[in-house]
């Protein structure tokens, strides 16, 4: 990338505008931090988190009138024009997420013949009615009386009997999907149907679409569907005996998995399934288990203007530790005060204990972080590498710990070179073929961004030259696109990827002038939209050609964009000019920025994140480096 001409008469300007513009993203960041010492932003979902928490309540007998009224007005308020509810921001019409918003307003007690819920009824069925909806979908309305069992996937409890190295076990799954795969598997043995008030016949096609499958006609998933149909002939043959050992099992492992504050691994689909799971096993609502999960609800809620919804997760660690990184990025001393209480906030929240990582490595010591308040049974890496990226820039002496991660980090390193997020290892792609696999991300492959964040962290630690950090490196190279981009696992997507890439790859010594740094600037410059921004739409995981790194521009995704530039010894391009031009005049006067889009990634093709904290520490960390002339850590 070339230089402009007029770039060094405008040099002195544009630093200037992007000071200012630092100064006050970095005051509004300062003024959001916690007594406590952290940092929490909103976790915003799309609706099917408020339909089934009302399904939920029902199913238990607790859902009251005026809960009712208010996650209905906040459903009813993100329905759009044509009737329908979408899974991010300005994203398509997505037909299960529809029929379960339309559902649950019915449960509020909307009339079928109202307006908006007669234009949702005409959109639901002209694309396929129910029976086009996803597995978990029809789950829901199988529990509230709607459908039937024997039209749904067997999930046999007996899975919990597999050993470790046995093809789908409840290890082959990603922690998120064990989770929810016990405590469904429970669910489904019970069969139960506790009926709505109403019939949903209005929802049913002329011509019925057909449902989404996993793999479709590839032959392991033609052989899964003639296995479940096989149990569904035999599963009640089983003998009660052993039906009732397996579930005890399945008890002990989901109660030992609940965590302090109640919930299960800190998300919505296990939290909600193990609560059913528990209920059908006997378990009261004033069991200490149950009584605890129902109330950690509260936590995850948030009411405003007579309206209710549910945050799927929360990510007060993630948000603290992106916002430490910010700060110290944007000059702050490691002796201030917002980074030394931060600091010793996250010192607390170290895990020690062991969890379902040390199934597939034993034999390495606990020591990493997790993503969320109380989800200790789940730390990830991705977490952890961030971490210890943020200790460095306090004063708190971390150093015990910082080893420690690092350690637990090096034991998590899978067989390619490459991190997973929760496991080593996690890669066995079988899971995805069965029948019940329909709906988001089931397995914790190696991702470049988590690979890239770890990699960063031994790097910042002078480790680069160490076997597990060169054996990273060596995975990100290979794993490049090849439009000289890379796969963004958590985050959208490929610009994410890039974003944490190239300063990662930087970082760990390899020269700018390589040609893999030399495609990713390139391709970066390739997607800069005309008003200098950078912005990817959440399609691009299901057309990349079409949407890989083209998007509305965000403050977040240009951040990220600024970043890899920077790392790549493009400061004073007229690429990142532009793109601190761009940040500077979309601030709002308070110092933040709008940002609508969703720019997270749960999983990716079904389920997205708006982390409303992303708008405000990403391009902190990037106009303060490029303000101070750093690359990175």
């Known amino acids: 990338m ?145 459908w039937s069992w024997d039209d749904l996937p067997v999930i046999p409890p007996e899975i919990i009997y597999l050993p ?49 499958k996993a793999g479709q006609n590839d032959p392991w998933s033609v052989f899964f569907d003639g296995l479940d149909k096989a149990l569904h002939k035999v599963e009640h043959k089983i003998p009660r005996r052993a039906r009732r050992a397996a579930l005890r099992r399945c008890t002990d492992w989901i109660i030992a998995r609940q965590e302090a504050d109640g919930c299960w691994g800190g998300i919505q689909p296990p939290w909600v399934y193990s609560l059913m799971a528990l209920n059908l096993l006997g378990f009261g609502l004033d069991h200490p288990v149950m009584k605890k999960g129902i109330e950690g609800i509260e936590r995850f809620t948030i009411r405003e203007n007579g309206t209710r919804r549910l945050e799927a997760c929360q990510s007060p660690v993630w948000d603290t530790v992106l916002t430490m990184i910010a700060l110290g990025d944007a000059g702050l001393p490691p002796d201030h005060p917002a980074l030394t209480s931060s600091a010793s906030w996250v010192l607390a929240e170290e895990i020690q204990q062991r969890g379902d990582w040390q199934v597939r490595r034993p034999h390495t010591p606990p020591g990493g972080w997790a993503f969320e308040f109380d989800n200790d049974n789940y730390a990830d890496t991705d977490d952890t590498a961030e971490v210890i990226l943020a200790l460095r820039r306090a004063k708190p002496d971390s150093r015990a710990a910082i080893e420690r991660g690092l350690r ?120 800069q939209n005309a008003d200098g921004g950078w912005g990817e739409d959440m399609r691009s995981y299901d057309d990349p050609a079409a949407w890989s790194g083209r998007g509305t521009s965000t403050a977040s995704q240009t951040a990220w964009a600024l970043l890899a530039l920077l790392a790549a010894g493009e400061r004073d391009s007229a690429a990142a000019e532009r793109g601190v031009r761009w940040l500077a005049a979309t601030q709002r006067p308070d110092g933040t920025w709008d940002e609508p889009q969703f720019t997270g990634t749960g999983f990716p093709r079904d389920f997205y994140l708006n982390y409303h904290l992303y708008r405000l520490a990403f391009p902190v960390s990037a106009l303060g480096r490029y303000v101070r002339g750093t690359s990175h850590d």
């Open 408 to 527: 637990w980090l090096e034991g998590m390193q899978c067989k390619d070179g490459g991190w997973g997020a929760f496991d080593a290892d996690n890669t066995r792609e079988l899971v995805n073929k069965l029948p019940f696999c329909d709906f988001g991300a089931v397995i914790d492959p190696p991702s470049a961004d988590v690979t890239a964040h770890i990699v960063e962290a031994f790097a910042a630690e002078g480790l680069a030259s160490e076997t597990a950090c060169r054996r990273g490196v060596i995975w990100l190279l290979k794993n490049q696109e090849a439009d000289g981009s890379w796969f963004g696992r958590w985050g959208a997507n490929y610009i994410y990827g890039t974003g944490a890439v190239v300063p990662a790859l930087i970082a760990a010594g390899v020269k700018p002038g390589k040609p893999q740094i030399r495609r990713a600037v390139a391709w970066l410059a390739d997607r």
């Open 164 to 212: 470790s190295w046995f093809p789908l076990n409840i290890y082959d799954w990603g922690c998120w999907a064990r989770q929810t795969i016990v405590a469904l598997a429970v669910v489904a043995s019970h069969r139960p149907s506790r009926p709505l008030p109403f019939t949903i016949g209005e929802l049913y096609a002329t011509i019925p679409g057909q449902p989404r």
């Open 2 to 146: 070339t230089v402009t001409d007029d770039a060094p008469k405008q040099e002195g300007s544009v630093r200037k505008i992007a000071a200012a513009t630092l100064e006050r993203a970095r005051d509004h960041l300062l003024g959001l931090q916690h007594p406590a010492g952290w940092w929490q932003g909103e976790l915003e979902t799309n609706v099917t988190m408020d339909a089934e928490d009302l399904l939920l309540r029902h199913f238990l007998g607790i859902l009251t009138d005026e809960l009712a009224t208010e996650s209905a007005g906040w459903i009813r308020g993100k329905q759009r024009d044509d009737g329908t509810w979408a899974n991010f921001f300005d994203g398509p019409a997505d037909l299960s997420t529809t029929v379960e918003a339309y559902v649950a307003l019915r449960l509020a007690g909307d009339a079928p013949d109202a307006p908006h819920m007669k234009l949702a009824a005409d959109w639901i069925t002209d694309h396929g009615g129910v029976t086009a909806t996803r597995v978990f979908t029809r789950i829901w309305l199988a529990l509230s009386g709607l």
